[in-house]
């Protein structure tokens, strides 16, 4: 195949260098605070592993199934995205379902590595836990956190160091992202009062799309409900590296095991920079974000193994919410992507997108190159990122 794309890219005139030895790809899973409405919704019916993994997700959900599949594609939903009872489920529905449309293409990672909630995605594709079971802890989780008082979350340019001379109340450090980017989560009342000061000190803090303090201690109550439930499933240790967040290395057999591990995740700090760090030592990678927004890759185009070169960071989605045309061509540019790197991806499987693409190709009459094309283009060498 790849020999075949190549003759006909050149015959068309575009320049393609494919690496001597594909980086090895991990994904990245992200959690709260990237979704948002309709959330890769253009390629649901387009790409067969995408909506097969979707649809089993939502069918999991029980009777919530089909309010949540209604809520994710409607102008005006009941309950909005932001809410624990819609960001959550959906959020793993849409992660999983890009991480199985990537193995579709024929790409294997080699590593895992989730943000909050997208740990919880890892675990299934590292074998750790069912689908079914991961689901179910996930419904477990919703219904206890609903249950609680509101919070809200709070996105700060600071490092961790900086911000604790800030934490009053229930606010703790919820996640340490990057050197220069940490979250705050807290109550209403305490979070909006470190809101005042960070805004009085010139530090700039953004609210991040969440209505629940995740990873603070006001979600102990739900930590606590939610520990027997978990000593009920089947763990196992991960039989593909993945990288937690809530120990900032490797995850260990031990971790995997615990069902206090996975309950805790509820109220322990994130510790998404540290993680990415470790897994970056390990080698030169090729770092695919199986999610909405990019928020993961614009950390990790932050790090200095990324601006260097030696390693990249490909999303999947477009940066924000651009409607369905604008998820197909993001997903076939981080194809395009891969095969610049050099994997040999299933065109079969990349079927359903590109004639999706070709048929809006079809009412542009510009003479631009295709979205795939240009993203060969401008994809070419080691160097590009």
């Known amino acids: 195949m ?7 890219a050149r015959k068309e005139g575009f320049h393609v260098t494919l690496r001597p030895r594909p980086r090895p790809v991990a994904l990245l899973f ?30 999991l959900m029980g009777e919530d199934g089909p309010e949540l599949r209604a809520d994710w594609l409607a102008a005006e939903p009941r309950i909005g995205v932001d809410d624990v ?36 995605v890892g675990a299934v594709l590292a074998g750790v836990m069912s689908l079914s079971d991961a689901v179910a802890m996930l419904r477990a989780r919703v219904r206890e956190v609903a249950r609680l008082p ?54 700039t803090a953004v609210p991040v799309p969440a209505t629940s303090p995740f990873h603070s201690p006001a979600m102990d109550p739900a930590a606590a409900a939610l520990e027997p439930f ?53 080698d030169d990678m090729l770092l695919v974000e199986a999610g909405p927004r990019q928020t993961l890759t614009t ?33 076939l540019a981080a194809a395009a992507r891969l095969w610049t790197e050099g994997y040999d991806l299933d065109t079969e499987a990349l079927a359903g997108l590109w004639r999706e693409r070709e048929r809006g190709a079809a009412g542009r009459s510009t003479g631009s190159p295709a979205p795939h094309q240009r993203g060969l283009s401008r994809c070419e060498g080691a160097g590009c990122r």
């Open 85 to 120: 009872r819609r960001g959550q489920p959906m959020l793993f529905a849409v992660d999983y379902a890009l991480a199985r449309m990537v193995l579709g293409w024929g790409v294997r990672p080699t590593a895992l590595l989730g943000h909050s909630a997208g740990e919880l």
């Open 299 to 331: 950390f990790a185009r932050r790090h200095r193994a990324v601006r260097l070169g030696a390693s990249a960071a490909v999303p999947l989605l477009p940066a924000k919410p651009a409607g369905p045309g604008a998820d197909r061509d993001a997903a």
């Open 150 to 203: 509101a919070g809200g979350m709070l996105a700060v340019a600071a490092g961790e160091e900086r911000l604790r001379a800030y934490l009053t109340g229930d606010v703790a450090i919820a996640a340490v992202n990057s050197r220069q980017q940490t979250m705050l989560a807290g109550s209403v009342e305490p979070l909006a009062r470190v809101a005042a000061r960070l805004a009085e000190d010139r530090v």
């Open 230 to 282: 978990c000593a009920g499933l089947r763990l196992r240790p991960p039989t593909v590296p993945l990288y937690s967040g809530y120990t900032g290395r490797l995850m260990t057999p031990d971790d995997a095991l615990s069902p206090r591990f996975w309950a805790r995740q509820l109220t322990d700090t994130v510790y998404f920079g540290p993680a990415l760090e470790e897994l970056l030592a390990v």
């Open 30 to 59: 992200p959690g709260q605070g990237s979704q948002h409405a309709r959330m890769a919704a253009g390629l649901h019916g387009r790409d067969a592993a995408f909506t097969a993994a979707l649809d089993a997700v939502l069918d």
């Open 2 to 8: 790849r020999g075949e794309h190549r003759a006909r």
